[in-house]
């Protein structure tokens, strides 16, 4: 599978972005799906992740209640809603595969992060 993430940009402190991470190659829907943020200089961390038919979701303490995880595999797509967004949410978004257990959050447990999308937080 191919993954391709876009929808970052630059915002307000307190607004909202939607970013899409969009599948190609191979089938969708068996795949728990992620998301990660770096930001410059700094180690890929976990936002949230999603299992295979949408139905359960689990996300870092920094994010939750923020951010929302969803996913449409008609659409083979996987989305991060994210509102009321800080400063320190500027980074680069990846999607990714989970390839090991469900809860899993370190970078190494997802694989095939194809290309980030920028966000930027201006205070």
């Known amino acids: 599978v191919q993954l391709q993430a876009s929808g970052g940009g630059l915002v307000q402190a307190g607004g909202s972005l939607r970013l899409s991470c969009a599948a190609s190659g191979s089938p969708f829907s068996v795949y728990n799906m992620g998301w990660f943020r770096q930001a410059p200089g700094k180690e890929r961390l976990f936002v949230a992740a999603?299992?295979?038919?949408?139905?359960?979701?689990y996300y870092a303490d920094s994010t939750e209640g923020r951010f929302t995880i969803s996913r449409d595999n008609a659409k083979n797509t996987v989305l991060l809603q994210m509102n009321s967004l800080k400063p320190e949410d500027t980074a680069v978004y990846y999607c990714g595969r989970l390839v090991t257990v469900w809860g899993a959050r370190r970078p190494s447990d997802y694989d095939t992060w194809g290309q980030g999308t920028l966000v930027t937080v201006s205070s």
């Open positions: 999603i299992n295979r038919a949408g139905t359960s979701t």
